[in-house]
């Protein structure tokens, strides 16, 4: 694990130790308002597209940003319930996404995550904290730790939404200044 990922593991558990579950859930809340302003920033008209070939359009990260939720949020349920923490399914390409507007993912993930929300509220928090979900980059995190790292993983999607955006809006306005007509 690099110096970076460190750094961001060590915010994920003293952040997660500290924080009561309702203080998280009020971060991921804000997170995920971020994430959906940054997705209305995308162009509808320009929704599925991908800003270079290597890059995923906005329909794409959300898409993500869904399955990803339903595996962490998943596994915090099953901590939560005294069950076995689901296995990280493959990664999905986001190819295969299904298509919807922005609104209708935004809709999909809030109903998602109320279902885990009500229940971080309403759980002990300090229990079963040995219990963990596997994060591919991190390790093994604790459920009130992958809360928390839903948030940065918001706040990234977020950012990716934002350049987006703007490289779509630019590259429109460099048509234009090459003398397209508008």
Known sequence: MNEELQRIRGYLRAQGAKLEPAAIVDKVRAAMADLHAAAR?????????RPAPEEWSGNEVLAHVVGAGRYFGGGI?????????????????PAGAPVRPPGEWERILAADRETLFARARAADPGVRLTET????????LNWRET????????????GQLGKIAAALASA???GRARGDSA
Request: proline share 12%; hydrophobic share 50%.
């Open 172 to 174: 429109r306005v460099g």
């Open 133 to 140: 979900v596997e994060h591919p980059m991190f390790g093994p």
């Open 77 to 93: 349920l099953a901590i939560l319930d005294g069950a076995a923490v689901p296995a990280r399914p493959p990664r999905e390409d």
């Open 41 to 49: 920033a995308v162009p509808v008209a320009r929704w599925t597209e």
């Open 147 to 158: 809360l928390l790292f839903m948030r940065l993983h918001d706040l990234d999607h977020a």
